[in-house]
């Protein structure tokens, strides 16, 4: 069953799509609420990585987010935070 779940997950993946992972919660926190789509997540070692579809403004948003500038509605991230863990939980 995972291993056909890996394979449906991978055809979502285009030819020359690039991705950006990262297992940082609070970082694909803040990426999903600036747009970014989450293509597939796998669990390595009890971690989820999250695979983003890559976008040209994604590396001023990871230096936004480590370097403090990052501004969200801290309710949205609230509730963004709280998806994305139900998510990881429920698909572990």
């Not at 285009?14 to 926190?29: C, K, P, S, V």
């Not at 669990?43 to 500038?69: A, P, S």
């Amino acid at each position: 069953m995972k291993k056909r779940q890996m394979n449906e997950e991978k055809k979502n993946i285009q030819i020359g799509e690039l991705l950006f992972e990262t297992n940082d919660l609070g970082l694909a926190t803040y990426l999903r609420l600036e747009g970014m789509e989450i293509k597939k997540t796998t669990k390595i070692r009890g971690r989820t990585i999250f695979c983003f579809l890559d976008k040209e403004n994604r590396k001023k948003l990871v230096q936004d987010y480590f370097g403090g500038k990052a501004r969200v509605d801290p309710l949205l991230y609230k509730n963004m935070l709280r998806d994305l863990k139900v998510f990881t939980i429920n698909n572990g």
